[in-house]
């Protein structure tokens, strides 16, 4: 972990209210793992923005945020060139089994900034197929910046659009099954709906707490080691204020410090409220 001021590369808007943005930061780039994130001091507000590492160069890293607040605001207008104040890397990030061949990475809304990061660490020596659930076809992930690295055929891109648009029509929930058999291990970022979504279709009883489901439902997203990261609202970012707590099966865990990265299965999710 490292506080520095950094540069801005580029900050361009790349789908509707949703920004791309690169900064210097070589020791960052060097350390960062897939689903670490960093803090970044949006100008005089007092609470340090978290940030998912979104993607890495060998002197930059990328950030992929929403505009949705006064601190989004205010870093969706800074220009090239100007400097900002980062803490990174943070948090725990995502593991891959080393018998692992076939990874599934679930993306819902902006949850696809950390899971771009995995795909491209990952795909020299694994097979992903990435799924991007959104409302419509203009808030889906732009195949260009996919493939900026120069990943090639090891990765299958999924849309899926509620309204239609572009490619599957509906929730990712429905076609989350069809994969199951194919994935060694899944990894998803998205709302906590879409975690609770996911928990209720492919293993309906633990969510309601009553115990393990019967029949086919047990080959589920728990034998797969569902791996989900957790977007909340943090103070300080590493551990200090307990104001990110969560409850799991483990007892009381800091997102910040203990995650984002938790098993979809060791959260409580009726207790979740973020």
């Not at 990894?187 to 279709?201: F, I, Q, R």
Request: aromatic share 6%; glycine share 12%; hydrophobic share 40%.
């Amino acid at each position: 972990m490292k506080q520095t001021l950094c540069t801005i590369s580029s900050n361009d808007e790349v789908m509707p209210g949703i920004h791309l943005m690169w900064i210097e930061s070589p020791d960052i780039a060097a350390t960062a793992q897939p689903g670490q994130f960093i803090t970044v001091r949006c100008g005089d507000f007092t609470l340090r923005r978290p940030f998912s590492v979104h993607q890495v160069s060998s002197r930059e890293i990328a950030l992929l945020f929403r505009v949705a607040g006064k601190g989004t605001i205010w870093l969706a207008q800074r220009k090239a060139g100007e400097k900002m104040d980062v803490l990174g890397p943070l948090g725990k990030g995502f593991t891959v089994g080393p018998e692992s061949k076939n990874l599934l990475l679930v993306a819902g809304g902006i949850g696809i900034a950390p899971l771009v990061f995995l795909m491209h660490h990952a795909s020299a020596q694994h097979q992903i197929t990435l799924i991007h659930g959104a409302s419509t076809a203009a808030q889906l992930y732009p195949n260009g910046c996919l493939l900026a690295d120069g990943s090639d055929g090891a990765i299958q891109f999924i849309p899926v659009t509620e309204d239609g648009s572009r490619g599957k029509r509906g929730m990712i929930t429905d076609i989350l099954p069809d994969f199951l058999d194919w994935a060694d291990q899944i990894y998803a970022c998205g709302p906590v709906a879409m975690y609770k979504a996911m928990v209720l279709t492919l293993n309906p009883s633990p969510l309601k707490g009553e115990g393990k489901g019967e029949g086919e439902k047990q080959n589920n997203l728990k034998m797969k080691k569902c791996q989900v990261s957790l977007e909340v609202r943090m103070g300080c970012g590493f551990g200090a204020c307990y104001g990110c707590t969560i409850n799991t099966n483990e007892g009381l865990k800091q997102v910040c410090r203990d995650g984002p990265v938790f098993e979809l299965d060791d959260i409580i999710w009726r207790e979740v409220r973020i």
